[in-house]
């Protein structure tokens, strides 16, 4: 598979790394890499920047796009190239977050029409540990018996500026709810709303299991582990977390016994660019895009939980161009319902009184005009017949592309 590199952060020059590892793959050109490269090569992929990324659009020899992390200096430019690039049914690797939550959905709707595979790489997010805590946190919960009674977040960052460290804690919220679920609820303190450096951050969560969380920055001094750690009433896992995977670990204390569990090697970039080719050769919609912004939006929330000082709730709201319909149709509705309401009232006032305007042959014809309003809006209705599309639920399941 022939793959281009759009945008330059070390996450998206790792998988590009790999992808020129793999004998069966092949980096072809890299784009958006001015600002940090100037023109000279890129050491890392060996390979010169291009100069325009949307050539992308019109070559027909690349088969994927790796899309880095999104810029800060222009997010309406990544934006843009999203769009486009999922439009023309790009099949892209993106390195998240890459846009802001909002836009992340309306690539949602644009897939829902064409099936375009979006595959949302967070490092770590496959890691056999992640999956080994889950497992033990399951074993005897239940709707009366939850999995943990807390779970605590303890993340060491060298750079405090607002983006990073939000940029962070996405990636984090992501993790934790691949062990406890869905996020119900969000609060924040340590900061202000507009500050750009966060010297402290404390969040927290709470799961639809009715499990609380508790995030923290702190600060990186000789130890670099971050530690996940869920607390129940007769066990405690704790997950540790290194800058190099290999060295992930496991520990389960219950009681008077302990158990570590430790993982063999484990490269997430190599596991996610042979998750996304199977997800492309197997024409596989379903990828987890959907649940991935819902990540993104929680971390933008926590300027929202900072301003108000209180606990925001989070609903799973489905996007569709379907919900969107009905929206503005309920909107419309209300609209109409208040004209109504507002023309029946002056009519009553000018009959009541015998106005000069009763007299008026457009007046007199005012309650036609309302009823083809009535008509119209009812017409509207059927576009939704129109345009009916089927429907992709955001579940584990696969759904093909056709």
Request: proline fraction near 4%; glycine fraction near 6%; aromatic fraction near 6%.
């Amino acid at each position: 598979m022939k793959f281009a590199l759009l945008g330059i952060d070390a996450d998206s020059l790792r998988l590009a790394e790999t992808v020129q590892s793999d004998a069966d793959h092949e980096l072809i050109a890299v784009y958006d890499a001015h600002s940090k490269s100037g023109n000279t090569p890129l050491d890392a992929v060996r390979l010169p920047p291009s100069q325009s990324w949307e050539s992308i659009l019109g070559s027909l020899s690349c088969d994927a796009v790796i899309v880095s992390q999104m810029p800060g200096q222009d997010p309406d430019l990544r934006a843009d190239q999203l769009r486009k690039l999922v439009q023309l049914d790009v099949p892209l690797l993106v390195v998240q977050p890459a846009c802001e939550a909002i836009i992340g959905y309306e690539l949602e709707m644009i897939r829902a029409d064409n099936r375009c595979v979006v595959y949302p790489f967070v490092p770590g997010a496959q890691h056999p540990a992640i999956k080994k805590m889950r497992a033990i946190l399951q074993e005897q919960s239940g709707d009366e018996n939850p999995p943990a009674e807390q779970l605590v977040f303890e993340r060491p960052l060298a750079s405090r500026k607002r983006d990073e460290v939000l940029r962070r804690f996405m990636r984090d919220v992501h993790l934790m709810r691949k062990v406890m679920g869905k996020v119900q609820q969000i609060a924040a303190m340590g900061a202000g709303e507009d500050d750009l450096v966060y010297t402290s951050l404390n969040v927290q969560l709470r799961f639809q299991n009715g499990v609380l969380a508790h995030w923290a920055l702190k600060p990186e001094l000789e130890n670099l582990e971050a530690r996940l750690t869920a607390i129940g009433s007769s066990k405690t896992v704790e997950l540790s977390m290194g800058t190099n995977e290999a060295n992930w670990s496991l520990r389960l204390d219950q009681g008077n016994a302990g158990e570590s569990f430790t993982f063999p090697a484990f490269d997430s970039y190599q596991d996610g660019l042979c998750e996304f080719v199977s997800a492309v050769e197997r024409n596989t919609f379903e990828v987890g895009w959907n649940a991935s912004c819902r990540d993104i939006e929680i971390s933008e929330t926590i300027r929202d939980a900072l301003r108000r000082r209180r606990t925001i709730d989070l609903y799973e709201e489905e996007h569709s161009e379907e919900a969107t319909f009905k929206g503005l149709m309920a909107l419309g509705g209300c609209g109409l319902l208040s004209f109504g309401v507002i023309l029946l009232l002056i009519a009553g006032v000018v009959e009541g009184l015998k106005l000069p305007l009763r007299n008026n042959a457009l007046w007199q014809r005012w309650p036609l005009f309302l009823l083809v309003l009535v008509l119209v809006f009812l017409l509207l209705q059927l576009l939704q017949l129109v345009f009916q599309r089927e429907s992709v639920s955001d579940s584990s399941q696969v759904v093909l592309r056709k």
